[in-house]
Antibody
Framework: EVQLLESGGSFAPPGGSLRLSCAAS????????LSWVRQAPGKGLEWVSV????????YYADSVKGRFTISRDNLKNTMYLQMNSLRVEDTAVYYC?????????????WGQGTVVTVSS | QSVLTQAPSASGTPGQRVTISCSGS????????VFWYQQIPETAPKLLIY???RRPSGVPDRFSGSKSGTSASLAISGLRSEDEADYYC???????????FGGGTKLTVL
C-alpha cells in the first residue's frame, strides 16, 4: 500500500519562500501523476498543481501560477513544491495526492498534510 | 466562488437516503469524469467515487454516484452517524486546464 508523507511546512513572511516535499513509499511512483491540494483554515479543498509521472507535464491553479513550481525526482520517489512570493492567502494545509485510474482529478491516496502559515 | 457548485449543507436521519448534488459546465463535468471525496474533520480526504459512478474497493455500496449532462450526484443510502462529514466533487476542467473542486457539502446526521 502506498504511503505519502509531506514535509517542509512552516511559518514564512509574506514574500517569502518555502519548499514542500512529498516522499512516497510502498510503490514505485514514476508512472503516476502526483498533485498538491490545499485547504485553508475552515475552507474547502483547492487544487494547486499536478505533475505527470514522467515530470514532463505540469499544470497549476491560476492562484499560484508564476509563483509555485512543482517538480519530482523519481529516483528518490519524491515530489516537491517550491513556493515563492508567498501571500497570506497561501496559508493552508498542503496535501500531496496520487492519481487514481489515470485521471488527474482522481486522488486515490493522500498524505497527512503539512501546514504552511504565511504571516508577518 | 468554486467552479463546481454544491449546496453548503445537507442532513438526514439514520437509515435515510440523502443526495448531494454538484453542478458544473461543459468544460468540466460535461466532458470529464467526476470524482467524490469524503473528509472527516481534521483528516485527509478519502476517495469515494471515481469515473462518475464507480466505487474503489472498500467503499460500501451505500455510496453511489451518477452524472447527467453538466451535473453529478452522490447518494448515500442507509445513512449512518459515521457518514457525518464534508463531501466534495471534483473534475478536470478543459478550459482552466486544471482540477476544479466543489465548495463542499457538510452532511449532518440528525
Amino acid at each position: 500500500e502506498v504511503q505519502l508523507l509531506e514535509s517542509g511546512g512552516s511559518f514564512a513572511p509574506p514574500g517569502g519562500s518555502l519548499r514542500l516535499s512529498c516522499a512516497a513509499s510502498g510503490l514505485n511512483l514514476n508512472i503516476f501523476a502526483l498533485s498538491w491540494v490545499r485547504q485553508a483554515p475552515g475552507k474547502g479543498l483547492e487544487w494547486v498543481s499536478v505533475i505527470s509521472g514522467s515530470g514532463v507535464d505540469t499544470y497549476y491553479a491560476d492562484s499560484v501560477k508564476g509563483r509555485f513550481t512543482i517538480s519530482r525526482d523519481n529516483l528518490k520517489n519524491t515530489m516537491y513544491l517550491q513556493m515563492n512570493s508567498l501571500r497570506v492567502e497561501d496559508t493552508a494545509v498542503y496535501y500531496c495526492a496520487k492519481e487514481y485510474h489515470s485521471n488527474y482529478a482522481g486522488f486515490g491516496a493522500w498524505g497527512q498534510g503539512t501546514v504552511v502559515t504565511v504571516s508577518s | 466562488q468554486s467552479v463546481l457548485t454544491q449546496a453548503p449543507s445537507a442532513s438526514g436521519t439514520p437509515g435515510q437516503r440523502v443526495t448531494i448534488s454538484c453542478s458544473g459546465s461543459n468544460f468540466n463535468i460535461g466532458r470529464n469524469s467526476v470524482f467524490w471525496y469524503q473528509q472527516i474533520p481534521e483528516t485527509a480526504p478519502k476517495l469515494l467515487i471515481y469515473r462518475n459512478d464507480r466505487r474503489p474497493s472498500g467503499v460500501p455500496d451505500r455510496f453511489s454516484g451518477s452524472k447527467s449532462g453538466t451535473s453529478a450526484s452522490l447518494a448515500i443510502s442507509g445513512l449512518r452517524s459515521e457518514d457525518e462529514a464534508d463531501y466534495y466533487c471534483a473534475a478536470w476542467d478543459d478550459s482552466l486546464r486544471g482540477v476544479v473542486f466543489g465548495g463542499g457539502t457538510k452532511l449532518t446526521v440528525l
